[in-house]
């Protein structure tokens, strides 16, 4: 029988939850899969963390995370990663566009040897407004990362334990877990899934989130190239100024030297020309960026990431949710 936990994070999502476990569970009878469900409360304000405890106080295969206040899609997935003890884990949004009946075929894609296997909403029932951006920040993540999936923002994904094990999630960083893993040498694949009309609630993207999505990207980007060796990237940059500056004062101290030797050559004066300042500001700027680069290269040595994101206020009180891990940041990196 295979063993799956479903994380779903949630937020001002109580008329869909019942729907949804309804959903899961028939996925699960049909298919007998040993199930668990892991519901965590983002700091919701509407009443869905008493519809969360009402389902644990129903199904045993039910448990609640809330958390003292909102702290974001990235806390509360790593929160339930943290609570998932199955070897397979899929996340899904809790608004009902997320299909449960896709879960089979993720987990077929599991079995031809994948170890993260991403949704793809090839069909989306959303404003122009954001299908639009998202088609774009997609294009991007798949071009500068090299991870080739056609929609890294879906909710709809599969890991194997393995994977949440290793990736360290902070920030807004879920939507690239994906490349993350890709990073560490697990496979990735993408299946194409059902996406259904928001019923519930609101959506919680729109076209702010662009940019932030944007500097996100620049932050995979760097600790998947760099993360270890921020020497390799900073102390370039540094080293390029570096040279400017170095070229440009040499080429002055030359000029001078000329134009006091030769009568043909008018005298240059060295504080009026603003190739001077232009070489001093490069070799300062060359200065900074190789001391941060050893700065980091120092922190990445010494320091790990160890401090959960999040805080939570309470779970339900079945007997697996005893089983929740104290300190799960001492076993990912």
């Known amino acids: ?24 569970s028939a996925v699960a009878e049909r298919e007998r899969y040993d199930l668990r469900i892991v519901f965590v409360d983002d700091g919701s304000t509407d009443e869905s963390w008493q519809r969360i405890e009402e389902l644990a106080a129903t199904d045993e295969r039910v448990l609640g995370i809330r958390f003292r206040r909102n702290f974001g899609k990235a806390a509360a997935l790593s929160a ?32 031809q040897g994948f170890d993260v296997v991403s949704g793809w909403k090839q069909t989306r029932h959303d404003p122009w407004h954001k299908v639009i951006p998202s088609r774009i ?31 360290r999630l902070y920030g807004e960083l879920h939507r690239f ?34 940019a932030k999505g944007l500097l996100d990207l620049l932050t995979v980007k760097f600790i998947t190239g760099f993360g270890h060796r921020p020497q390799h990237v900073l102390g370039v940059i540094g080293l390029i100024a570096f040279l400017f ?35 001093l500001g490069a070799l300062l700027v060359g ?3 190789v001391s941060m680069g ?8 010494f320091l790990a990431r160890d401090v959960d994101t999040y805080s939570i206020r309470e779970t339900t009180t079945h007997e697996h949710s005893s089983q929740h891990r104290s300190s799960p940041a001492s076993r990912r990196t």
């Open 80 to 111: 339930g990663f943290d609570a998932a003890e199955a070897p397979l884990i899929v996340t899904l949004d809790a608004d009902l566009q997320d299909d449960p009946a896709e879960i089979p075929c993720f987990l077929a894609k599991m079995d």
């Open 1 to 24: 029988m295979t063993q799956l936990t479903a994380v779903i994070p949630v937020f001002n999502e109580a008329e869909s939850l019942r729907p949804l476990h309804g959903e899961l």
């Open 287 to 289: 200065a900074q960026f």
């Open 245 to 279: 500056g170095f070229l440009g004062l040499s080429y002055l101290a030359g000029y001078w030297v000329v134009s006091r030797m030769s009568e043909s050559i008018a005298d240059i004066h060295l504080h009026q020309k603003a190739l001077l300042y232009y070489s």
């Open 177 to 210: 877990v994906p490349v993350l893993a890709a990073a560490r040498g697990f496979r990735v694949a993408e299946v194409i899934v059902n996406h259904r009309p928001r019923k519930f609630g609101t959506s919680k993207y729109g076209v702010a989130r662009f």
């Open 137 to 167: 920040f997609n294009w991007l993540v798949s071009r500068m990362t090299g991870v080739k999936l056609h929609d890294h923002n879906c909710g709809l994904k599969c890991y194997r334990r393995d994977v949440i094990l290793e990736v």
């Open 294 to 301: 050893l700065l980091g290269e120092m922190i990445t040595a």
